[in-house]
């Protein structure tokens, strides 16, 4: 063949370069070898924590190497990169080729390759070619899609095939990972991953983003009305609950309980319940008891104010609340800290752990006081996220296992059924050829020449 | 009689069965080799009854899941799998001695699952995480995926210690033709790596309308793209230079170790796959 333009020699050779298949296995293995190093080392951790495990030297060299964020690293990304073009160089270098066998209008058969294979099934018939004839071509047309007839010297050769098409299957899957790669590309450029803590009652309009300290304005107002945490028998987690309403110019226009696996989706923006915990509390009701006269007394204080202790002994404030309060150095988990103040002494601190009713004991002072009850306050933890890419990468996957079923599943079939008229009787020989599978097909051809046999 | 008991008894079907295939295949007695069937067969049956029963006594206690959701009720839905698939091969092929090499993996999956100290074998109330209709496509994907490339590994192992030659007498030479292994295998693979594609986009639907992400590098979704890689490198190989025999074996070997990792190996990783985790 002629070609007007060549491509100049560097530029071939580069194209040469990326159509091998070699360089497919090559970027395959690589990035299964590689992708073993961030599923071994924690990604996305605090540096501290790394040179901890791995100490300064070593957390250096890792560091070099983006080894603490290797999904998103350079090396990690080329390679993407690599089979991406490999992929579309590939397809584009052979597709013109299996278009041309693909696009045929009238399937060329030639009746010598198929007399010549060697798997090839005969039989004698006493019927005549010609009454043969009509039995198998409404047999075979049954079965395959195409089928044609054609006479011979001394009798007939019949053709047919079906699933031409299915040669296209490797395209569709590769169309498949471009569409993966691109939405995965829209998603990272045009979308964000954040999260956003909100304490029952409260509103927010912005989120934290992931892996970055800085806060992303959303357009609308998230409030969560109310948080449930259930849990079974055994103590395992049963249920996270938020009831999130969402503003938009302090309208409310949405309205959702949301749990783990049932998102608030609005305006292609997803709202996930993800964790929770408790937020300061504001209020504890206390439990006084007087050493001297052995009465007990019950009191409600919110934090910051003072109120009047019985018996006249004096004044206490609470100052504040703790979610793991230590005491010499231990963590005796949730309490409040407050100030007693004796008519005649110093001021003394007081903490007041919620788990323990009788630590205030030892202080051994005339009164004793412990949590009753308090007003706890749930925060309920949220995933915030937004993703141009998904329908793209969900486009992706249906064509993905559609290809990957064409591929590996169905194949180009063509069989040939050659009738001879004998002294008085017709050889029939059926051969037939399969790109894919060809056992499968050797199989098929056995139980179709089984079959034509029954039927003369 | 409870869903242990009978899975219980099931090992045990199942560990019968493995030997009546060895004991076919290394003695010649095929008698033993039909005996092997009919008692995988009826392995298989218990195993499904164990499961069902399991499924309904989880209803039964008001935590009602699909028995799904931890390693041993894994462990168990990947012997019966690994059952399933061996008899079809076995029915088209006709060929007994692939159960000596493919019954024993479905035999110490239950094993593992029925007789490990680690390994919790009470039905547990599902977690929130767990809590979606995505969760038996998932696992059920996956688990085909696995159980098609460990017969595909048991192939792989026949093929490479028959050394890829032809032995006129002794135990090797009753092993199936060089071509039948080689061509099973692939099939096999095949198979599996749709049910594997399968599974990780489930997966990922999953994690996108659970945890608002399709995917996030976390070390069991890393772990099984790795096996796609591994696979897919094979599909290529085989496909477009026409690889045979040994060299797909070998592949055919990594692939299933990949698949052991990301099924056993990932736990003892940090990620949000714990829950098939010990325990």
């Avoid at chain 1, 407050?338 to 002072?365: A, S, W, Y």
């Avoid at chain 2, 029915?91 to 479905?106: C, E, Q, S, W």
């Avoid at chain 2, 994690?207 to 094979?234: C, H, M, Q």
Wanted: glycine share 8%.
């Amino acid at each position: 063949m002629e070609k007007k333009e060549t491509p100049p020699n560097f530029l071939k050779s580069i194209w040469r370069f990326f159509a091998t298949v070699k360089l497919t296995v090559a970027v395959l293995l690589s990035l299964a070898v590689t992708s073993v190093i961030g599923t071994v080392i924690p990604q996305n951790q605090s540096s501290a924590a790394y040179i901890d495990a791995f100490g300064e030297k070593l957390f250096r060299i890792f560091g070099l190497l983006n080894f603490f964020d290797m999904y998103h690293s350079w090396w990690f990304q080329l390679l993407l990169i690599l089979l991406t073009v490999n992929v579309i160089v590939c397809s584009l270098d052979r597709f013109p080729v299996i278009w041309k066998i693909v696009s045929v209008k009238n399937p060329p058969f030639n009746v010598r390759n198929f007399r010549s294979d060697a798997k090839k099934q005969e039989f004698v018939s006493k019927k005549s070619p010609n009454v043969l004839r009509k039995i198998y071509e409404s047999f075979i047309r049954q079965k395959f899609r195409y089928c044609r007839v054609e006479g011979t010297d001394n009798g007939w050769c019949l053709f047919g095939e079906k699933g031409r098409w299915t040669r296209l299957g490797a395209y569709i899957v590769h169309l498949s990972i471009i569409f993966l790669l691109f939405g995965g590309l829209l998603g990272s450029v045009f979308g964000f991953e954040g999260y956003v803590n909100i304490p029952e009652g409260e509103t927010v309009d912005s989120i934290w983003l992931n892996n970055r300290q800085e806060r992303h304005q959303l357009d609308f107002e998230i409030r969560c009305e109310d948080f449930d945490v259930s849990f079974y028998e055994s103590g395992a987690p049963k249920e996270y609950r938020s009831l999130i309403t969402i503003f938009e110019e302090g309208q409310p226009v949405f309205k959702k309980n949301i749990v783990v696996n049932d998102p608030i989706r609005f305006k292609g923006i997803n709202i996930f319940q993800s964790s929770y915990g408790t937020d300061a509390a504001d209020t504890a009701t206390l439990d006084i008891t007087s050493r001297k006269s052995g009465l007990d007394y019950i009191k409600k204080v919110k934090i910051g104010e003072t109120i009047e202790l019985p018996e006249g002994i004096g004044m206490f404030s609470l100052k504040k609340y703790s979610r793991n309060a230590l005491f010499r150095g231990h963590d005796i988990g949730e309490s409040f800290l407050g100030i007693l103040r004796p008519k005649d002494g110093n001021p003394i601190e007081v903490i007041l752990p919620t788990r323990f009713p009788g630590f205030d004991k030892m202080r051994k002072g005339e009164l004793i006081i412990s949590i009753r009850d308090y007003d706890k306050r749930y925060y309920t933890g949220l995933q915030v996220t937004h993703d141009p890419g998904v329908p793209v990468v969900y486009i992706g996957f249906i064509i993905m296992i559609l290809g990957c079923f064409v591929t590996l599943f169905m194949s180009h079939q063509r069989i040939c059924i050659e009738t001879i008229k004998t002294e008085e009787n017709s050889r029939v020989m059926v051969a037939g050829t399969a790109n894919k599978n060809k056992l499968g097909m050797q199989q098929k051809i056995k139980k179709i020449t089984e079959n034509l046999q029954d039927h003369s | 009689m409870n869903s242990s008991a009978i899975l219980s008894l099931t090992t045990l079907v199942y560990g019968l069965a493995a030997f009546l295939y060895i004991f076919a295949w290394v003695f010649k007695k095929e008698i033993a080799g039909r005996v092997g069937t009919w008692v995988a067969f009826l392995g298989m049956v218990g195993n499904l009854a164990g499961i069902i029963l399991r499924w309904i006594e989880s209803y039964q206690m008001g935590i009602g899941h699909a028995p799904l959701s931890n390693l041993y009720e894994s462990l168990v839905f990947f012997a019966m799998t690994i059952t399933v698939i061996y008899l079809v091969v076995e029915h088209k092929y006709g060929n007994r001695i692939i159960g000596a090499f493919a019954i024993p993996l479905a035999f110490l999956a239950i094993a593992y699952a029925s007789l490990s100290p680690n390994i919790n074998d009470k039905i547990q109330p599902l977690i929130p995480a767990l809590k979606s209709n995505w969760l038996i496509a998932h696992v059920v994907t996956c688990f085909i995926g696995y159980a098609a490339f460990a017969i595909a590994f048991g192939v792989s192992i026949m093929y490479i210690i028959k050394g890829g030659t032809i032995r006129e007498e002794g135990v090797l030479s009753r092993l199936p033709d060089n071509k039948v292994l080689d061509e099973l295998t692939y099939q096999l693979i095949m198979f599996g790596f749709l049910f594997l594609t399968g599974g990780i986009i489930t997966g990922a639907v999953w994690a996108n309308s659970a945890w608002g992400r399709y995917w996030g590098w976390d070390p069991k979704e890393t772990w099984s793209l790795i096996t796609w890689f591994v696979y897919s490198t094979l599909i290529h190989a085989r496909m477009m230079r026409g690889w045979h025999g040994k060299r797909i074996a070998f592949l055919s070997i990594l692939g299933f170790m990949a698949v052991i990792f990301t099924y056993f190996g990932v736990n003892l990783l940090p990620g949000l796959h714990s829950y098939g985790a010990m325990g």
